[in-house]
């Protein structure tokens, strides 16, 4: 994957940002270098799926820091691996990266929300995505909503797009290639896979894709 800023500087990068805005323990530079291998291969993972050209340079896989969406992706994969790898010793660091996405993308996006391997957003600004269970291929625009009713979440299943202003709330199932336009509202229901929903719940409009 190229980067173009270098991989030691995408690590100094972070660490004078989450300096600027909060401060960095003893230790916590390095524990960003520690783990960045990992989490740039995650990222080149997810990248090297995209068909928007932003994704690509001269055929290869590519990665701007100066991409919002790209760097948003970035940043939710690194306060996840620091999670993943050791959820007590690392949560405060965790927690100052996802502060930062938000400060600097508009995105709340906890890192224990378990994204899939492959999702994407488009100027993400003012949505909301909480603990659902997502597919491969999930992606979303500007302020979307997932969120729970009663403590239970949304089931996505793979290739879920959800269009600006579209909310999925409570217990409800969303089948694999589905559209979600904008500023729908999907409360409880599940929706069939190849399906576009506009409206509101309970008075969705579900329609077959073609």
């Not at 290739?159 to 729908?184: E, P, Q, W």
Request: neutral net charge; glycine residues 8%; contains cysteine.
């Amino acid at each position: 994957m190229r980067i173009d800023i270098g991989k030691r500087s995408i690590t100094d990068l972070v660490a004078r940002q989450l300096d600027s805005l909060f401060f960095l323990e003893e230790g916590d530079q390095d524990l960003l270098a520690r783990v960045m291998p990992d989490v740039l291969l995650r990222v080149e993972r997810c990248f090297a799926q995209a068909s928007n050209k932003y994704y690509r340079r001269d055929g290869e896989v590519y990665f701007s820091p100066w991409h919002s969406g790209q760097y948003t992706i970035f940043l939710y994969f690194l306060a996840n691996t620091l999670f993943v790898a050791d959820r007590n010793a690392h949560r405060a660091l965790a927690d100052k990266l996802y502060y930062l996405n938000r400060a600097l993308n508009g995105l709340d996006l906890y890192y224990e929300v378990e994204m899939p391997d492959i999702f994407f957003l488009d100027h993400p600004l003012g949505s909301v995505i909480g603990r659902g269970v997502f597919g491969n291929f999930f992606t979303f625009s500007q302020q979307c909503t997932v969120g729970n009713n009663h403590g239970v979440y949304p089931v996505f299943g793979e290739r879920v797009t959800m269009l600006s202003g579209a909310k999925v709330i409570g217990k409800c199932h969303i089948g694999d290639d589905v559209v979600l336009a904008a500023n729908c509202y999907v409360k409880d229901t599940d929706i069939p896979a190849n399906s576009l929903v506009f409206g509101q719940s309970p008075d969705l409009v579900i329609k077959p894709r073609r």
